[in-house]
């Protein structure tokens, strides 16, 4: 195989995010190319990328392929493998490395396609890539541990850890009714490719502002029982193995009817609130209490011995008085970044609370349990359904949680992450000692 320098070195930095740091996997630190194409997968993902000048099947070992590139001068370089033994020619030098057998590596079998159709992609992904923050890290729920696309009339994203749950309604449609659970690892993987592959300019182009500006359609195909193809144009494809098990029933979780207390706030005044009675929440196992009255609403914390607070003016206020408390942590992470108007609302005294700004996913809080004064007003466990799942092990328990835990998944996401230029993980979850529950005053 001959190939220009650059487009190898573009080749390995698509691949970049897919090829797994540790693998049970030897091949998994391989790139295939041949027969046109080149692929690498995590054995959870596959990434595939056209590549004419592959004709014959090869694995090209990644680490060291990687390294060597950076030092390779000239425009072109030629690749052959030959009793597990691949080298490099190029002007001036050359390099071998041992290899793998090519007959070792996974390759994607036929499979039928269920259902396929074209998709907005900007919109798509930017919805993935939002929910990501609100999956679960623990391995034991994997159905909470990735994005559920909900395909249909319209097309919908969820995520929820069971304490936090996003959900956003995409003015999109697929011809299929299905839901879909995408590991949060490659919903990672497919904005890195997304954001790496080429824009094909629509036929009616006339500019560079008009190409640059214009929607990117992705195609989007079921095949089998368990897979998500998503092709971008002519050039490369993602293939995702999808978690097995019924995802959450996300829609019976949004408060229906009109809510109790509605109101508008200034986000960086609500985070810069909070932030000034976080130490003395963390000292209250991480709760802050927040109390809208006469247009106004009291951020406070309460210690074992000590307790603070902070209020601000609303901009709008619609409805009762009302009173809640949440996880600090859980608050912080979605004000994080948003400089506009939020507007939070309360459906019942119980119920999560229900944040929207802009274009961003309705996210839901789950309420947590205090005693004000001698008055208690604590969130009361929900009926059955949702199955309410366990204590999350570095936090404190709401007293209800948000989705349910459908089935028993046997697919693990893929180890790693991809480097610092590649896209930013999902948020972890809050962190801390575990502590003995508690009613504070």
Do not use: C
Request: aromatic share 6%.
């Amino acid at each position: 195989m001959e190939i220009q320098v650059n487009k190898l070195r573009e080749l390995m930095t698509l691949m970049k995010p897919v090829i797994p740091r540790k693998s049970t996997l030897k091949v998994a630190g391989y790139i295939r190319v041949g027969d046109g194409k080149a692929v690498a997968t995590d054995l959870e993902t596959m990434v595939i990328y056209d590549l004419p000048e592959a004709t014959e099947p090869m694995l090209l070992p990644y680490a060291s392929l990687a390294d060597t590139l950076k030092y390779i001068p000239g425009n072109t370089v030629k690749i052959e493998a030959k009793d597990r033994k691949l080298s490099l020619a190029w002007d001036g030098g050359t390099a071998s490395y041992p290899t793998e057998d090519v007959q070792d590596f996974p390759v994607l079998p036929e499979l039928e396609t269920r259902a396929e159709g074209l998709i907005d992609g900007d919109t798509l992904v930017s919805a993935m890539q939002a929910a990501l923050p609100y999956t679960a890290t623990d391995s034991q729920r994997p159905v909470l541990g990735g994005v559920t696309l909900v395909l249909g009339r319209p097309v919908e994203v969820a995520a929820g850890d069971g304490f936090t749950m996003s959900h956003q309604v995409l003015g999109l449609t697929f011809p299929l009714e299905e839901k879909a659970i995408i590991p949060a690892r490659s919903v990672l993987i497919l904005g890195y490719v997304f954001d790496k592959t080429p824009r094909t300019p629509p036929s009616t182009a006339d500019s560079l502002i008009s190409v640059i500006t214009a929607r990117r359609q992705l195609h989007i195909a079921l095949i089998g029982e368990n897979k998500l193809k998503v092709d971008f144009g002519q050039s490369a494809s993602v293939v995702i193995n999808l978690i097995q098990g019924n995802p959450p029933e996300w829609l019976k979780l949004i408060p229906k009817g009109e809510p109790i207390m509605q109101s508008d706030l200034f986000a960086p005044q609500l985070e810069a609130a909070v932030k000034r009675v976080r130490d003395i929440a963390k000292d209250g196992s991480g709760i802050v209490r927040m109390a809208f009255a006469d247009g106004k609403l009291t951020v406070s914390a309460v210690g074992e011995e000590q307790e603070i607070s902070a209020t601000l003016d609303a901009i709008r206020t619609q409805g009762e008085p009302g009173r809640t408390a949440i996880n600090y942590t859980y608050l912080l992470r979605y004000l994080a970044g948003k400089l506009g108007i939020i507007t939070l609302s309360q459906y019942d005294a119980t119920g999560p609370l229900v944040f929207e700004y802009q274009n961003s996913p309705r996210v839901l809080i789950m309420p947590m349990s205090v005693k004000w004064g001698d008055e208690p007003v604590a969130a009361e466990k929900p009926e059955p359904e949702p199955e309410t799942i366990e204590e999350n092990p570095e936090d404190k328990e709401p007293e209800a949680s948000l989705g349910e835990e459908s089935a028993e998944a046997e697919q693990e996401t893929g180890e790693g992450t991809p480097e610092p230029e590649e896209p930013v993980a999902a948020a972890a979850k809050p962190t801390g000692k575990k502590r003995r529950k508690k009613t504070t005053t």
